[in-house]
């Protein structure tokens, strides 16, 4: 059974930073691991996308040149480092990993974390 567990959200102020890490246990293989986020009120989005196909890392546009994905620990811990916040990044964070390639996620057979919260405030 897949597991993901999530860490590292809290509060920061306006323009800080913050580090996630998740790690996942429990699967053979994967494409896709990454990240999305759900504010009050709103769908979940993707935020970022490792693909195991061909190592790279991919954004979506409101958090590109802030947010950095990477892996660790030959592939079952995935890292969001967080820079520049603002206040439209305040969600819940979740950890995800698919068998659907970057270009395709999220697929029907998609792993959830339980998410952490990020609060960006003064």
């Known amino acids: 059974q897949v597991q993901l567990v999530e860490s590292g959200g809290g509060l920061v102020q306006p323009g800080g930073s913050l580090r996630l890490s998740c790690t996942a246990s429990?699967?053979?293989?994967?494409?896709?691991i990454g990240w999305f986020r759900q504010a009050p009120g709103k769908e979940r989005e993707r935020v970022s996308c490792i693909s195991d196909t061909d190592g790279r890392a991919y954004y979506e546009l409101p958090v590109k040149g802030r947010f950095t994905t990477s892996r660790e620990n030959t592939k079952n811990t995935v890292i969001l480092q967080m820079n520049s916040l603002k206040p439209e990044d305040p969600a819940v964070y979740y950890c995800?990993?698919?068998?659907?390639?970057?270009?395709?996620?999220?697929?029907?057979?998609?792993?959830w974390g339980r998410g952490t919260q990020v609060t960006v405030s003064s």
């Open positions: 429990g699967f053979t293989s994967y494409y896709a």
């Open positions: 995800a990993l698919d068998t659907e390639d970057c270009s395709s996620w999220p697929g029907p057979r998609i792993h």
